[in-house]
Every structure is written in structure tokens, then in C-alpha cells.
């Protein structure tokens, strides 16, 4: 077994190691999971390196590549008469994915310390979800990639169900059932993909080579588009989000909107536009308005809210819709933006999604009207707060400026085979939410935290313990690195970027943006 | 000896029911081993002495790989329908069911069914393949209707036998029509025969609702609920299983086999009944409470997914319909086994009774809820591989749509499964509830099943074994 397989087979054997335990051992649990998701970090870190060893070398062919090329690659046959195969490898693209699960999960672990309900069914949910979200990033097969991408999701109802908070049954329904939904769509599109390329074969990388006829890339694009655009927030079908991610308990809103909604962006991206480059162009302009209204309607949702929670997904499905805007902008720069975007803002609303977690421990309201004055009592939390907020208004030196700039000026300089003068309306029409996120993140946490302490029941709370400030202070140094040196990140996708750009645009190898 | 397994599951009824006369009511504890003992050996002969294709009785009576592969299935299914049956009947229960026993009898009936399902697959002309499909189907009316002084098992027999008999009229029809056009019984003689005539289309319209009867596809699904829910559950259990398995080889039989050439054209035909059938299964399981009802529409959506392997009679669709009605199989009799034993225990079918059951007995919820989880068809589990390759002939014959009308009920169907997996985990217990006993038996099935339909899923081999033998069956 390789060392991708171990990514995959690392959170399943805590899981099961879990299993083992009785489960009125609950700190034993807990202390498995953090030690299972540590071992994860280390391993993520040696495969990052080992990735890097062998990538960078790579990086100035790729700039005329028409096909991704794969590292540390397992190949196994599966299902042989159906050519079906467990073929797993990391490119730039799912190694910054890795690294962005892996830190949230281990952060999600320590915010989760204090479950005491069920807290071994907690864990043993929690990590078999992460099992599948690994998986979805490393698979190269189209089976195994659906196979893991439903896993990923559907533990996501037991979570909210049963460690929810609010009308937490409603939300977990609703958000099963419209996730996969989306993925019933993914599936057609998956098995036409597979019989229309006559290639016998679920492999990424085969199927890139057949021929798809215009008019087939025509019809299957949008299909799987907008399947992953479920998860990914799309307008009009974000509505299960907001619900969602504001029943879920910390560590689940934190991987759900973290990690799990960039599954969206990164099968759009990986599948739909790398597999099908004429439909992505015929149809990108389309997706592109729609994702605007994406980041207006998330932005100003977001003002409205009163729950801290609701602000925060509001303001995710703002966010996602960067990503998803980058995806449909079509060219280097903008793709380079979404991922970046779906980096920075796993690791952002990660911290938000934890912090809120922890306020909402003490507090016990989430409510922002009933809050205020306590960054007296409560000064890490309220710094932390701070600096993921920041972010997310895209201050330059964190890590959501370096990723929201690669997106509009990819959107504003357009490509060749769209009428520019409405892209560049549709991107100045997404910058200005920038304006509206300014005022929501920052009247939103001056109503929390300053002014006088509404309630006298706060005057006694305490700032965060110790595996609660390892677990924000991980995510804030990450979004720090992440916007002060970029250039980590934007070397690792770049030369998985190039062979999805140079398939838009024929095989003519294109430099600068 | 090509009809060795037949004999034996005869020499087995016909022991059990010898026996039952000779030995008293205490000793009666012996039939079930001995009818599921007789059913092993039946499957060891299958396996070890019956060659893969071979024919004797002039032609009349046949194997062929899909037939084998059928019996395994009857066998298995029979098999495990007797292991879930054995605790009802000898009274081992934690709330007595009345009117229930007759222990020889039921395994007699039972055995006979698995005997007429066997000759079935293995009939190769009208006569014998319409007498087999009589046997395996009476038997069936009496298991429905076991629970003697109990109104609703009396009246799912009573419906059980009307429909039925409907259905064996309109079959019969069907076959003496084409007998009439074709002057042949054999059924790889008619095939060449046939014309497209308007007596021919009568004919197929006859045969269709005959299918539709067993396999049932809506329009012609009205008795299953009934039924379902009035019969015993292990009775319930094999309905749904091995009656199921029994429509779809008649539907191969009367298909691949004596109309092979009209297959393709009625793809379209097929992919409206797969359609409708599964998104009307699936809906009105929605609001049911019973769950042996409830189970029964969800068997009724899962024909639907079945039948789509027919359209446009390709090649592929025949190990995917058989890998899947193996996975059925086991998933479905998993889900049962929890549903028997539970109704044995409490003596309760209602699904809020199911509250709590993760408090009380976490291994039992987990098992029931891989189950459901299977027949939703999510990954890993072997519902998922199965359904997907279903799915996927389907969108080979270009039936798109189908593909997306499918995979969105499958959707449907995981809300309604997740009703009772809210009632397990997330419901709590009710006040003073404690642990269940189960019974060694019914346990060690429980975890047999449960381990098979998630390896079923992981390792290739009986998919791979599967197609490979079965793949080239068909003479296109």
C-alpha cells in the first residue's frame, strides 16, 4: 500500500480503532481521533514534500501538457470487465486539497473536545466522512471518485440529526436529500461520460484523451456542473446551506463548509471543465452570471442575519461562489483563483465555524443582538475572530486577498471565446461585494465583542482552554503563511492547472495569465 | 446428474413431511434443520455435480450458466427464509403470535416452492415452464395466509390467490396464443416462428401482465401490499426476496429466451414500466407506517431498478441484473432478519416502535440500518455497485432520462429509509426500555448477511465470476 492509500486508510483505521473502544471510554475516543488525525498531518506533510520533490521538476512541461500527470500513483484493477479501477495519485490541485482536509479535520477534532453526548458514534461519523472527502481528493477513476464523494456525504445526516442544534432534523434532510440530488445528476453525466467515450474505461486520465463531440459536451456539462454545484453552493440551489451549516455542531460545520463544499468546486473544475472544454465554453458565461448572484445574494444575506451562525454560512455562500465564479471564468488566473479561493476559504471559515462553536459554549446564544463587550472577557477568542474576519474581507496579508485578486482580474480579463465587455460587468458586479462584506464582518464583530457588556451572566466566562487555542491558532497561522507566501500554494497548482487550461484553449500552449 | 439438486429438495419435502407425521410436537424442533440441511446438500450438488450447461429429458429440461446461477439464488434465498422462519415457528419468541405452527406443513409448502422456482429456469418449454411456475406460486398463496385465525393474513391469502389466479389466466392466454401461432411448445422453436401480427402483440400484452404479476410492475402491483403486510414476516421476507427472483426468471425465460429478437425494440416499453414502477414504489412508501408495507413498496421501487437491465436487451444487462438480484437478495433478507426478529421480540411492526433501538441494541441498528442503507444504494455498500451497473446499461441504450429518473428516486428512496434510521439513532428510547434477547440463529445470520453486503460490494470476484460466465449467455 502506497502512501496516498494511507491518506485514505488512516482516518478509516482510527475509525475502526474507535469501533473498538467501549464507549464510556469517551476520553480514550477522543484522544484516538486527535492522535489518528496528528498521524494524518505528519503523513500529509512527508507526502507534500515527496510531491514537491518530484513536481516541481515537471512544472516548466506541463506549461504545454494537454494531460495531468499524476504522482506517488497507485493503479489497481477493480471491477475488470467493466474497467473499473482503484487508481489513486495526487497532483498540485488535490494536494492543496489534502492539506486543507487534513489540517480541518485535526482542528475539528480538538474543537470538538468537549462532545460528551455519544461522543464515540460522534467520532466514528465524523471521521468516516473525512474517509470519503480524502478519497474523493486522491481518486483518479470516476467509480471510485463517486463512490467516495457519496460516502463524504452522507454521515452529514446522522450529524446534524443527532448533535444539532435548532430545527436540526429539517436542516439534515434537507441537506441529504438536495446533496444528492446533485449527485444523481453527477451520475448521468458520469455513465455517459463513460459510454459515449467508448473507451471501456472510468479512468481520469483515459476518458481526457477521447473525443466528445460538441454536442454531447453540450448537454453533459451543465448536468454535471451544476451536480457538483449543489455542494458547491450554486444559485438557485445553495438553499440547503444556510440550514445546514447553522444546525450542524462546530466540528461538522467547520468540515462541511471547510472541505465538503469544496468537493463542489474541485469535481467542477477537475471533471466537468478538464473532461468536457467546449461545453465549460459554451456554457461558462451562464454559470458566471449565476455565481454572481451568488456572491451579491450572499453578501447582503449576510447583513441581514442576526444568528452568528447564519452570517457565517451566508458569507460562505458568498465565498463559494468565488470559487465557482473562477471556475466558469475559464482562464489561468481565475482558475488559479479558485483553488486558491477554495483554500483560503476552507481554512477561514474553518476557524470561523470553530470559534463560533466555542463563543456559543459559553455564551449559550448565538444570537448577535444579545452579545457584545466580550473580547474583556474573552481576548483570544476575539483576536482569532478578528483575524478570520479579516480574511474573509480579503485584507492583503491574509490569505482571501491573494485568492479573491487572482478571481476578478481573471474574470476581467476574460478569454478569447467571450464577449469580454460582459464579463468585466459581471466581475465589477462580484467586487463589490467586497464592499458589502467589509460592513457585515465588521459591524457584525464590533456588535459582539465591544461595547458594553450586555449581560451580566457574561461577566464570569473564560477565554479559550488549550486544545481550543492549538485549534484556532493552527488555522490563523495557516491563513497568515498562506496570504504572506502564497507563492507555496500557487507553484503546487499551477502545473496542475496547465493541462485544463491548455485543453480550453486547443492545444496552443499559452503563457502569462 | 443434471436435476441431482432437484431431487434433492424433493426427497427433503417429502422427508420433512414423513417425519412430521412420525414424531411428537416436542420433536418437531428437528424439521427446520432438516429442511435447511436438505437445501444445503441441494446447493453442495449444485455446485460440485451440475455442469454448467448440459440438457437431458429430450431437451426439455436444461442448465445453462443464468439458470445456475438462478438456483444458487433459490437455494440461498430458501435457505436463509428457513433460518429466519425457525424461531417463529418453534415458538421461541418473546411475544407469542397466534395461530402459528404446523412446522412440517410450512416447510413442506416452502421446499416446494424452491423445488418449482429451481424447474423453472431449467424448463425449456411451455408446458413444463408454465406447471413449474404454478408450483412455485400456490405454495406461496398458503405461506401468505399462515397465520390462521389472524383477519389480515387470511386476507392477504384470499388476495393473494385472486390476483394470482388473474395473473395465471392472462399468462396462460399468453402461451396458448403463441403456442397457436408457432405450433411448437419448445420455447427456442417459437423464436423463429413469430410474426408481427396483431395475435402476437396480444400475446406479449398477456405474457407482460403475467411478468408484471410476479415481478411487480406497476400497473400490476396492487396485491403486494396487502399481502406483505398480512403474511408472516419471514413469509414476507421470502416474498419479497425469492417470489421476486422467480418473476425475473420467467421474464428471462419468456424474454431472452422464446421472444429474444423483440427485446431491443421494446427498450422503450421497458424503460416506461422501470420508470414507473420505481417512482411510484418509491413515493407512496413515503407515507407508509407499517413496515412490512413499507417494505413492500420499497421491494416494489426496487423492481424497477431491476427490469432496467432489460432495456434494450443488451448483452451487459445480464450479469448486472443477476450480480444485483443476488445483492437484493442478500441486503433485503438482512433488512428482514432485523424486521423478524423484532416482531418476534415485541411483537410490534409499526415504524416509530423502531425508537431508540441504538440505545437498546446497537449492533441491530447498525446491521439495519447497512441494510437500508444498501437497498438506498449508497457506497460502499454492494446496493451501490449493484444499482450502478444497472444504471449504467441503461445509459448505454441511451435511455439518459432513465439513468436521471432513476438515480433521482434513488434520492426519494433514501428519505423514506432514513425515517426508520431517525427512529433508531436519532429518536430517543422510551422510558424503562432494555436490551433485546436474539437468538444464536437469528444472530449469526444477521452477521453472515450483514458482512456479505458490504464485501459484495468491495471484492470484484462474484461480480467478475459472474459476468464472466454469463456475459456471452445470450446467442446475439
Given at each position: 500500500?502506497?502512501?496516498?492509500s494511507?491518506l ?6 482510527t475509525?475502526?480503532a474507535?469501533?473498538?473502544?467501549p ?6 475516543i477522543?484522544?484516538i481521533?486527535v492522535t489518528g488525525?496528528?498521524i494524518?498531518l505528519?503523513?500529509?506533510v ?5 510531491f ?17 500527470k ?9 471491477f475488470r ?9 495526487i497532483?498540485?490541485?488535490?494536494m ?16 470538538s ?7 464515540k ?19 483518479f477513476?470516476?467509480?471510485?471518485f463517486f463512490?467516495?464523494y457519496?460516502?463524504?456525504v452522507?454521515?452529514?445526516y ?8 435548532g ?5 439534515a434532510?434537507k ?12 451520475l448521468?453525466?458520469?455513465?455517459a461520460?463513460?459510454h ?5 474505461s472510468?479512468?481520469?486520465l ?8 460538441g ?11 451544476v ?19 447553522s444546525s ?8 462541511h463548509?471547510?472541505v465538503?463544499?469544496?468537493?463542489g468546486?474541485?469535481g467542477a473544475l477537475?471533471?466537468?471543465?478538464y ?6 465554453k ?10 454572481t448572484?451568488?456572491?451579491l445574494?450572499?453578501?447582503?444575506g ?6 452568528l451562525?447564519y ?7 458568498s465565498?463559494?461562489?468565488?470559487v465557482l ?10 482558475l ?12 477561514m ?8 462553536g466555542?463563543?456559543?459554549?459559553r ?8 452579545m457584545g463587550?466580550i ?9 482569532m475572530f478578528?483575524i478570520?474576519g479579516l480574511a ?18 481573471g474574470?476581467?480579463f ?8 460582459v ?10 461585494s ?11 464583530l ?10 451580566s ?11 481550543e487555542?492549538i485549534s ?7 491563513l497568515?503563511?498562506?496570504g504572506?507566501a502564497?507563492w507555496?500554494l ?5 502545473g496542475a ?17 | ?15 420433512v413431511l414423513?417425519?412430521?407425521l ?18 444445503a446438500?441441494a ?6 455435480a ?5 440438457s ?5 429440461f436444461?442448465v445453462d450458466?443464468?439458470g ?5 439464488f433459490?437455494l440461498l434465498?430458501g435457505l436463509i427464509?428457513?433460518?429466519l ?6 415458538g421461541?419468541?418473546?411475544?407469542r ?12 409448502v ?14 425449456r ?5 408454465y406447471v413449474?411456475?404454478?408450483l ?26 385472486i390476483?394470482?389466479?388473474m ?7 399468453g402461451?396458448?396464443l403463441l403456442?397457436?401461432l ?27 401482465a403475467g ?9 400490476f402491483?396492487?396485491?403486494?401490499a ?10 414476507t421476507a ?5 417470489s421476486?427472483g422467480?418473476g425475473l ?11 429474444d429478437?423483440w427485446?431491443?425494440?421494446a ?6 414500466f ?18 412490512k408495507r413499507?417494505?413492500?413498496f420499497?421491494a416494489?421501487?426496487?423492481?424497477g431498478?431491476?427490469?432496467?437491465g432489460?432495456v ?8 448486472a441484473?443477476?450480480?444485483?438480484l443476488?445483492?437484493y ?22 415504524i416509530e416502535d ?14 439495519m440500518m ?15 455497485v ?17 439513468v436521471a429518473v432513476a ?6 428512496s433514501?428519505y ?6 431517525r ?5 430517543p ?6 436490551r ?8 449469526v445470520?444477521?452477521?453472515v ?18 459476468s464472466?460466465?454469463t ?6
Amino acid at each position: 500500500m502506497g502512501l496516498v492509500s494511507w491518506l485514505i486508510a488512516i482516518p478509516f483505521l482510527t475509525t475502526l480503532a474507535i469501533l473498538a473502544v467501549p464507549a464510556g471510554r469517551w476520553r480514550w475516543i477522543r484522544w484516538i481521533a486527535v492522535t489518528g488525525c496528528g498521524i494524518h498531518l505528519v503523513l500529509t506533510v512527508v507526502v507534500t514534500w515527496l510531491f514537491w520533490q518530484q513536481a516541481s521538476a515537471d512544472v516548466a512541461a506541463m506549461k504545454t501538457a494537454l494531460l495531468t500527470k499524476l504522482y506517488l500513483v497507485e493503479q489497481v484493477e477493480w471491477f475488470r470487465s467493466l474497467g473499473i479501477e482503484y487508481f489513486v495519485g495526487i497532483d498540485g490541485i488535490s494536494m492543496v486539497m489534502v492539506i486543507l482536509t487534513s489540517v480541518i479535520i485535526f482542528t475539528g477534532v480538538l474543537a470538538s473536545w468537549y462532545v460528551e453526548t455519544r461522543t464515540k458514534e460522534f467520532f466514528v461519523l465524523l471521521l468516516t466522512l473525512v474517509t470519503g472527502v480524502f478519497g474523493v481528493f486522491v481518486s483518479f477513476d470516476l467509480f471510485l471518485f463517486f463512490m467516495f464523494y457519496e460516502l463524504a456525504v452522507l454521515p452529514m445526516y446522522l450529524l446534524i440529526g443527532i448533535w444539532g442544534t435548532g430545527p436540526k432534523e429539517y436542516s439534515a434532510m434537507k441537506l441529504t436529500l438536495m446533496l444528492l440530488f446533485g449527485s444523481a445528476f453527477i451520475l448521468v453525466g458520469f455513465l455517459a461520460l463513460y459510454h459515449a467515450s467508448g473507451m471501456h474505461s472510468f479512468n481520469l486520465l483515459k476518458l481526457a484523451q477521447a473525443n466528445f463531440s460538441g454536442e454531447f459536451q453540450r448537454w453533459v456539462f451543465p448536468m454535471i456542473f451544476v451536480g457538483f454545484g449543489v455542494l458547491g453552493a450554486l444559485y438557485p440551489l445553495h438553499t440547503w446551506s444556510p440550514d445546514g451549516h447553522s444546525s450542524a455542531p462546530t466540528a461538522v460545520s467547520m468540515l462541511h463548509a471547510g472541505v465538503l463544499m469544496k468537493l463542489g468546486g474541485y469535481g467542477a473544475l477537475r471533471i466537468a471543465v478538464y473532461l468536457l472544454p467546449e461545453g465549460a465554453k459554451d456554457w461558462g458565461l451562464f454559470f458566471m452570471a449565476l455565481t454572481t448572484v451568488n456572491i451579491l445574494y450572499g453578501s447582503f444575506g449576510a447583513i441581514m442575519q442576526r444568528d452568528l451562525k447564519y452570517f457565517t454560512a451566508y458569507s460562505s455562500v458568498s465565498h463559494c461562489g468565488f470559487v465557482l465564479f473562477g471556475v466558469a471564468a475559464l482562464n489561468l488566473m481565475a482558475l488559479k483563483g479558485a483553488v486558491l479561493q477554495m483554500f483560503s476559504h476552507g481554512i477561514m471559515t474553518g476557524l470561523f465555524f470553530g470559534l463560533i462553536g466555542m463563543v456559543y459554549g459559553r455564551t449559550h446564544t448565538r444570537n448577535i443582538d444579545e452579545m457584545g463587550g466580550i473580547a474583556r472577557r474573552m481576548p483570544w477568542l476575539a483576536v482569532m475572530f478578528y483575524i478570520a474576519g479579516l480574511a474573509s474581507l480579503g485584507l492583503p496579508g491574509l490569505s482571501g486577498f491573494i485568492a479573491e485578486s487572482h478571481v476578478f482580474l481573471g474574470g476581467f480579463f476574460g478569454n478569447s471565446w467571450t464577449n469580454i465587455t460582459v464579463m468585466r460587468v459581471l466581475t465589477i458586479l462580484a467586487t463589490m461585494s467586497i464592499v458589502v462584506t467589509a460592513v457585515y464582518v465588521l459591524r457584525g464583530l464590533a456588535k459582539v465583542f465591544f461595547g458594553p457588556i450586555r449581560n451580566s451572566h457574561f461577566e464570569h466566562l473564560d477565554d479559550a482552554k488549550l486544545p481550543e487555542r492549538i485549534s484556532t491558532g493552527v488555522l490563523a497561522v495557516v491563513l497568515v503563511v498562506a496570504g504572506v507566501a502564497p507563492w507555496l500554494l500557487i507553484n503546487m497548482i499551477e502545473g496542475a492547472l496547465m493541462p485544463i487550461f491548455n485543453r480550453l484553449n486547443g492545444s496552443i500552449a499559452m503563457t502569462g495569465f | 446428474m443434471i436435476f441431482l439438486p432437484e431431487l434433492i429438495v424433493v426427497a427433503c419435502a417429502v422427508g420433512v413431511l414423513a417425519a412430521d407425521l412420525w414424531i411428537d410436537e416436542r420433536r418437531r424442533v428437528i424439521l427446520a434443520p432438516m429442511a435447511a440441511l436438505g437445501l444445503a446438500a441441494a446447493m453442495v450438488a449444485l455446485i460440485v455435480a451440475v455442469p454448467q450447461n448440459g440438457s437431458t429429458l429430450g431437451g426439455r429440461f436444461a442448465v445453462d450458466p443464468v439458470g445456475w446461477w438462478f438456483k444458487v439464488f433459490f437455494l440461498l434465498s430458501g435457505l436463509i427464509t428457513i433460518l429466519l422462519s425457525l424461531d417463529l415457528l418453534d415458538g421461541r419468541v418473546g411475544v407469542r403470535m397466534r395461530g402459528i405452527g404446523f412446522r412440517g406443513e410450512y416447510y413442506t409448502v416452502l421446499l416446494a416452492t424452491i423445488l418449482g422456482m429451481m424447474v423453472l429456469v431449467s424448463a425449456r418449454d411451455l408446458i413444463t415452464l408454465y406447471v413449474s411456475l404454478e408450483l412455485a406460486t400456490l405454495p406461496l398463496f398458503v405461506l401468505a395466509a399462515w397465520r390462521r385465525d389472524n383477519a389480515q393474513s387470511g386476507e392477504a391469502g384470499m388476495k393473494y390467490v385472486i390476483f394470482g389466479a388473474m395473473a395465471s389466466a392472462c399468462m396462460l392466454y399468453g402461451l396458448g396464443l403463441l403456442y397457436g401461432l408457432t405450433g411448437s411448445t419448445a420455447l427456442s422453436a417459437i423464436d423463429h416462428q413469430l410474426r408481427d401480427i396483431p395475435a402476437f402483440w396480444l400475446a406479449a400484452a398477456m405474457l407482460t401482465a403475467g411478468i408484471g404479476f410476479k415481478l411487480t410492475i406497476v400497473p400490476f402491483h396492487f396485491w403486494a401490499a396487502d399481502v406483505y403486510q398480512g403474511a408472516p414476516a419471514p413469509v414476507t421476507a421470502y416474498l419479497s426476496v425469492a417470489s421476486k427472483g422467480a418473476g425475473l426468471a420467467f421474464a428471462f425465460q419468456i424474454l431472452y429466451r422464446m421472444l429474444d429478437g423483440w427485446v431491443a425494440q421494446a427498450a422503450a416499453g421497458v424503460a416506461v414500466f422501470a420508470a414507473v414502477t420505481m417512482t411510484l414504489g418509491n413515493t407512496v412508501a413515503i407515507v407508509q407506517n407499517n413496515i412490512k408495507r413499507f417494505m413492500a413498496f420499497s421491494a416494489i421501487s426496487q423492481a424497477g431498478y431491476l427490469i432496467m437491465g432489460f432495456v434494450g436487451g443488451l448483452a451487459e444487462g445480464v450479469p448486472a441484473m443477476l450480480f444485483y438480484l443476488l445483492v437484493y437478495a442478500v441486503t433485503n433478507l438482512a433488512v428482514f432478519a432485523c424486521i423478524v426478529w423484532f416482531s418476534n421480540q415485541t411483537g410490534k411492526e409499526q415504524i416509530e416502535d423502531y425508537r431508540g433501538l441504538s440505545r437498546t441494541n446497537p449492533l441491530i441498528a447498525l446491521a439495519m440500518m447497512l441494510g437500508l442503507f444498501s437497498l438506498a444504494g449508497i457506497p460502499p455498500l454492494s446496493g451501490f455497485v449493484g444499482k450502478f451497473f444497472l444504471f449504467s446499461i441503461a445509459s448505454k441504450a441511451g435511455y439518459h432520462w432513465l439513468v436521471a429518473v432513476a438515480a433521482v428516486n434513488s434520492t426519494i428512496s433514501l428519505y423514506y429509509y432514513l425515517r426508520i434510521v431517525r427512529q433508531m439513532y436519532i429518536e430517543p428510547a422510551d422510558e424503562g426500555a432494555t436490551r433485546l434477547p436474539i437468538t444464536p440463529t437469528l444472530a449469526v445470520t444477521l452477521v453472515v448477511l450483514s458482512a456479505a453486503l458490504v464485501l459484495m460490494g468491495i471484492i470484484p470476484s462474484l461480480y467478475e465470476t459472474i459476468s464472466a460466465q454469463t456475459l456471452t449467455w445470450l446467442p446475439r
